[in-house]
């Protein structure tokens, strides 16, 4: 009989949480394992599950980049009949599979939000007759809480609960304590497993779309938007780039910018479309990457070996992308543009100023985090 792991993931604004847990359990699926995820978040229509299965939950996002509350697909506040029904049904799924272990993507490290249903589920867990080994599953750079005593209580939490913290990411670029000052009390329980990257080769075909072209992409929301309008007015500022194209890629589904209905409607040397499955190979093919600087974007300008321009989002005291973007332009390479500073002719300069970057190495850090994540699972269930 196939051994079960369980996930719990919850994104909450982007979809890079979802993403990093479907790469483990897919590459867990590929050992023999029955890898199930259960996701609370907004359904993704590209999601790659390989052989694992996806649970849907009721569905919840955050309401606004301050993560003031949860809402539903609707919109609407979630209420205590929603998180009941996402109770009971993580108790059910807990009872039906009997997982040998159970992993929680983020927490005890974040999404206090939904402590509760998480506890719920460590507890129930606790209570079958074979209790799983329990795993959090957490990236390399913690949000900084606003009260420094929550570092406390992550790491009870993690000492009372856990028997295993993988963290996704390379000491080589930046070790877990350095965010998150308890790290040396969790001692062997905590293991750093290189980043989660995509399955991806880079192309044959090196012409094509994104052949010398400057690509910018960027996430939903209002600082998205900025950098795709600053993108637009930069390009005729730049030196080496006035003359290439410049793909401004929407992660806004449908989005556009202001004054701009279709594609077709923009000027000649500007391409404004969403999201791509095909964006790595866009990335292997460009002159200059233009992003935010998420973990699943850093991932893929590695892989693809692209220069880079690094806009970190720093929107409500957000500091991870900006901890990790310091780090790599630190080892030259990347450039950084802090957000405060954005705007159409020191974008142009940055843009120009990466030309003279080295191509990024794919040895600059580990990116084996999802076959490693799923080697230690498999040894934890003694599934080898």
Partial sequence: MRPVVLFWVQHLLGSGHLRRTAAIARALAARGVDAVVASGGFPLSNLDLGDARLVQLPALRAADEGFSSLVDQQGVPSGEALMAERRARLSDLLEALQPAALVTETFPFGRRQLRHEVLGLLDRADDLARPPVTVSSVRDILQ????PERFDTMLALAQERYDHILVHGDPRLVGFG???PHAAALGQRLVHTGYIAA???LPEDMTGDGDGEVIVSAGSGTTGTALLEAAKQARP???HAANRTWRLLSGEPHARLPGEPTVRDTEPGIIVENNRADFRD????CAVSVSQGGYNTITDLIAARARAVIVPYVGEGE???TERARRLAAM?????LDEVDLAPRSLAQAVDAAFDLSPLSSDLIDLHGAQYSAERLCTWIDHV
């Fill in 332 to 336: 030259g390479a990347v450039m950084v």
């Fill in 144 to 147: 900084q809480p606003s009260k």
């Fill in 237 to 239: 500022l730049s030196e």
């Fill in 178 to 180: 350095e965010t998150f």
């Fill in 319 to 321: 500091t991870e992308q």
């Fill in 282 to 285: 866009l990335l292997a093919r």
């Fill in 199 to 201: 399955d991806w080769t």
